[in-house]
């Protein structure tokens, strides 16, 4: 099996470990490609990265580069995910923002910005990428029934989706409708995959994932297929592996 599952005793001790490996490919190869999802998830991977360049990991030559990005936000605003990971990456660890990319969701033309990216990830290579999951099984913002094929492409989020997000908005009228989003194949073309994931409330969606058919329906089951894929999880998540095995 080529999809390592993890369990860790906390969102803060999973943090540490993928940060701890991130942490290894950045001493191991300085200009490292590195995918980055938003989202409560990652955070503690974030915080733990940012320990290691407290203490002199020299990050400055990483690429970076963001899952997705919603269409339709005034530039700047605090909720756009560049704006979010320029504030819980790029500065805490000391880097300079034209180190991130991230698709433009403010273009005028949203179909030409997502094949803009999807050719600038293609060239860059991702070495490694960090993904979180949705309580709908998405990843990225793939939503169920996206076409395994996809590339970088605009997508609508769907109202589960909205709902989940609206705790970063003043409403989930707030959220946006549509986004720009790494395909599923575009994931999958990384080196690596790291994900993680807590809390029961995505216990179904990690299971289905890891241990059921590999169907549209649940996008992350794609990764069943891809080579080197490591799933960490806090207890919370990992409960319907188990019954499920
Ligand atoms: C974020 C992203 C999404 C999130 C997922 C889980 O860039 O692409 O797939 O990873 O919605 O979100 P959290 O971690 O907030 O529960």
């Known amino acids: 099996m080529t999809l390592d599952i993890e369990i860790c005793s906390g969102t803060e ?10 942490a290894a490919l950045i001493r ?18 974030y915080r733990a990265l940012a320990r290691y360049t407290d203490d002199g990991l020299d990050a400055s030559g990483v690429r970076w580069f963001a899952l997705d990005e919603y269409i339709g936000l005034p530039p700047g605003h605090p909720q756009s995910y560049r704006a979010v990971l320029e504030r819980v990456l790029i500065r805490p660890l000391g880097l300079h923002p034209t180190s991130l990319h991230v698709p433009d969701g403010g273009a005028a033309d949203p179909d030409e910005a997502a094949e803009a990216y999807e050719a600038a990830i293609a060239v860059a290579g991702v070495d490694l990428q960090i993904l979180g999951i949705g309580e709908n099984g998405h990843i990225g913002f793939n939503e169920p029934g996206t076409p395994f094929s996809a590339t970088t492409h605009r997508a609508t989020l769907t109202e589960s989706t909205r709902r989940a997000n609206a705790r970063f908005f003043p409403s ?4 946006p409708v549509e986004c720009l989003t790494q ?16 809390g029961s409330h995505k216990a179904d969606a990690v ?5 059921g058919p590999v169907t549209e329906q649940c996008p992350a089951s794609i990764l069943q297929r891809h080579p080197d894929v ?3 999880l806090d207890t919370d ?7 499920s095995s």
Request: charged share 15%; hydrophobic share 50%; aromatic share 2%.
């Open 13 to 22: 001790a999973a943090g540490q470990q993928v940060a701890a490996r991130i």
């Open 172 to 175: 989930t009228n707030a959220v």
């Open 237 to 243: 998540a990992a409960v319907a592996v188990y019954e």
């Open 28 to 45: 191991d190869k300085p200009d490292a490609v590195i995918g980055v999802a938003t989202g409560s998830s990652p955070e503690p991977v």
């Open 207 to 211: 299971a289905a994932a890891v241990r």
């Open 183 to 198: 395909g599923l194949a575009t994931i999958m073309r990384a080196g690596r995959i790291e994900l993680v994931a807590s």
């Open 230 to 232: 490591r799933v960490n």
